[in-house]
């Protein structure tokens, strides 16, 4: 059964912080794989990734994917508190229709 | 481009009663649509895969009966929660998937919070 993990599951930091969030999975014939976030309502789409050790990035945010060790890295420098929300990270196999979820990081940006 | 809409945005309904959701694709067509569910401060859990012209899939644990999927057309699929109770009150997301050959991907809708009393 495909699985999706990430930590840490709860992270609070300072406004300026830089914090990593980690997604690890699991899944039979891997396609790609997906970053979220979600404020209060539906999750918003960050990044893809399909191969390994390319970084994406979108200002202050970069990820990038490890086939070999089957998991990735989502980077947020110098936080804001707008940036408080659940990441999601999600995989997609080649033979599935849907996504499988990871259960989410939670992140506050204190001011 | 790729808006997906989802109607109602919030919903209360007294137990007993049954709801329908909608979610429209509006700028392209979707051939699949998911439906989650999403309990607070928990990830979201599919429920079933909906495919324009035919039988939805449900997820194990899933009642197809009391979840009924109905995707009439590659723009719109609707939920209809029967005979809702207390425990179904949760956030409903739904997300469409364009036709293959297209960007392939999905496309969530901005969710629906059902509440039932």
């Known amino acids: 059964e495909d699985k999706v993990v990430q930590s840490p599951l709860s992270l609070v930091v300072h406004e300026g912080d830089t914090v990593t969030l980690n997604c690890s999975y699991e899944?039979?014939?891997?396609?790609?794989l997906l970053w979220y976030k979600q404020e209060k309502k539906a999750p918003t789409f960050l990044f893809m990734l399909?191969?390994?050790?390319i970084e994406k990035k979108s200002g202050r945010l970069s990820s990038i994917l490890d086939k070999k060790e089957l998991s990735s890295i989502l980077n947020i420098t110098a936080t804001q508190t707008g940036d408080s929300a659940i990441y999601l990270c999600?995989?997609?196999?080649?033979?599935?229709?849907?996504?499988?979820f990871g259960p989410g990081t939670r992140l506050s940006v204190l001011p | 481009g790729a808006v997906v809409s989802q109607h109602p945005s919030w919903v209360i309904c007294k137990s007993g009663t049954s709801v329908k959701i909608e979610c429209r694709s509006l700028?392209?067509?979707?051939?699949?649509m998911f439906w989650y569910r999403q309990f607070p401060k928990q990830s979201l859990m599919l429920m079933a895969t909906?495919?324009?012209?035919?039988?939805?899939?449900?997820e194990q644990g899933v009642e197809k009966d009391k979840f009924l999927i109905n995707h009439a057309s590659l723009t719109l699929s609707t939920l209809t929660v029967t005979s809702a109770h207390p425990e179904d009150s949760s956030f409903y997301i739904c997300?469409?998937?364009?036709?293959?050959?297209?960007?392939?991907?999905?496309?969530f809708g901005p969710g629906t919070r059902l509440t039932v009393t």
């Open positions: 997300s469409a998937r364009d036709l293959p050959g297209a960007t392939y991907e999905q496309y």
């Open positions: 899944v039979t014939n891997f396609r790609s």
């Open positions: 399909t191969s390994s050790g």
């Open positions: 999600a995989v997609k196999d080649n033979y599935g229709q849907n996504f499988v």
């Open positions: 700028d392209f067509q979707a051939t699949t």
């Open positions: 909906s495919n324009e012209g035919s039988k939805a899939t449900y």
